[in-house]
């Protein structure tokens, strides 16, 4: 009878757990869906990065590409968006040239989940919530708020030491890392074969610029920063000198020669290329940050951080208004206007002609919600 | 390296099972249903 009894008490327990695995599965699995995206009537095609690496087929790296062709011939700029997926600036900012943008003179495509796996689950142990919001005159948005690393579902294991396809020797956690597997391997990991998609891409579109937008944390030094490869030195100086003229303070950092594996570094060494990393400071990225809440990264508020650029721990300027998402988005986009403007009076044969790109000016104003399409 | 992965978390998992069915104690029970969500997560590669 005590035998029985505790059986039973046995099987309720296991239909408990398989109830609670139930609920919480639905809650993980629905982070693997993608939010949608409704591109400017400026868009010419839409392609996978299979179709220039087709070994990504039917894996999770496999991820949208937003080609815009103007009628003139120009030079052929990348951005690549959410290679780190808790990023959210690079990604917005690569969600609202797709929603907007007209191009008249050029190419430009536009990756804006570059690491589609990084998209599909949290960055463990940080208490992230799994989506953020936007208000937009078409109603609320939401997006998804992912890891800087590939989903470990999706690559395991990690390595004690990574040797990552350039030679550098690194943790085992950034073999997961995209923006540390440049530049890429065709027979190695999800992330690696990522990274061979996005070189084949390079290669294949002729690519004469690439921007990737990143953000960091408001006590790392390399913030607010353009990190540039040598081969576009002439045009990070010029576009910074620009931007100061606009009132946004930006640092120049030149692109490491002995940290490898990186974008700006082996896309420009890999394929000759200009190679431009923009950062912005996010003080939900950081590990002095409080509760991580939809609205830290939205609005970018945290009293930590206040306290802290009291002390003279940051890198960045911050008070109580905090830095929002909108700030953030205009200073990347501010950025690539500024780059594109001075490569045409460095190269006019690569000029580059965009209309309807949000302005920085009314981003800040607006809000990046007024930008956004409405579903259709 | 997947079906390594499945084999070693489908053991640990039939393992917890057989532990839930074989404790007497009510609290030790509920330890062990609450380990197994987290394996039966990854067992079906959720989590």
Request: glycine share 6%; with cysteine; proline share 5%.
């Amino acid at each position: 009878m005590r035998n029985l009894k505790g059986n039973f008490v046995s099987a309720l327990l296991l239909l408990f757990a398989i109830a609670i695995c139930f609920l919480s599965a639905l809650k993980f699995l629905s982070m693997q869906k993608k939010e949608a995206i409704f591109p400017s009537r400026g868009l010419t095609s839409r392609k996978m990065l299979s179709s220039y690496f087709p070994e990504l087929k039917k894996t999770w790296g496999d991820t949208d590409v937003y080609l815009y062709e103007g009628q003139e011939k120009g030079g052929n700029l990348l951005i690549l968006g959410g290679a780190h997926a808790n990023e959210p600036a690079g990604f917005m900012s690569a969600v609202l040239l797709i929603e907007n943008i007209q191009v008249s003179t050029g190419k430009i495509i536009i990756v804006p989940r570059a690491n589609n796996s990084g998209f599909t689950h949290s960055q463990p142990q940080e208490g992230n919530p799994q989506r953020y919001s936007l208000e937009s005159p078409w109603g609320r948005r939401h997006f998804r708020h992912g890891s800087r690393l590939t989903n470990p579902v999706h690559q395991w294991p990690d390595p004690s030491i990574y040797i990552n396809p350039a030679g550098q020797k690194l943790s085992g956690a950034d073999s997961r890392n995209l923006n540390r597997c440049y530049p890429g391997k065709k027979t190695g990991s999800l992330t690696e074969k990522i990274a061979s998609g996005i070189m084949e891409l390079i290669k294949k579109e002729k690519i004469d610029l690439a921007l990737d937008l990143h953000e960091a944390a408001p006590e790392y030094p390399v913030i607010n920063a353009i990190v540039f490869h040598e081969n576009s030195a002439d045009l990070a100086a010029l576009a910074l000198m620009e931007l100061q003229i606009e009132g946004f303070e930006f640092r120049l950092e030149a692109s490491p020669l002995n940290l490898r594996g990186l974008s700006h570094r082996e896309w420009g060494d890999h394929a000759q290329i200009m190679a431009i990393l923009l950062e912005s400071a996010n003080a939900s990225h950081g590990r002095l940050k409080g509760k991580t809440s939809p609205a830290l990264i939205v609005e970018g508020k945290d009293k930590n951080y206040t306290k802290a650029a009291k002390l003279g721990r940051l890198f960045v300027p911050y008070d109580e208004d905090g830095i929002p998402l909108k700030l953030r988005v205009a200073r990347h986009l501010a950025a690539v206007k500024s780059i594109l403007s001075n490569l045409e009076e460095l190269y006019p044969e690569k000029r580059i002609e965009i209309k309807n790109m949000p302005s920085s000016s009314e981003l800040k104003k607006v809000g990046i919600g007024p930008f956004l399409n409405p579903p259709n | 390296m997947q079906i390594v992965y499945h084999l070693i978390v489908f053991y640990l998992t039939c393992h917890l099972i057989w532990c839930l069915f074989r404790e007497k104690k009510f609290w030790n029970q509920v330890s062990v249903a609450l380990v197994l969500i987290m394996f039966l997560l990854r067992l079906f590669l959720i989590k």
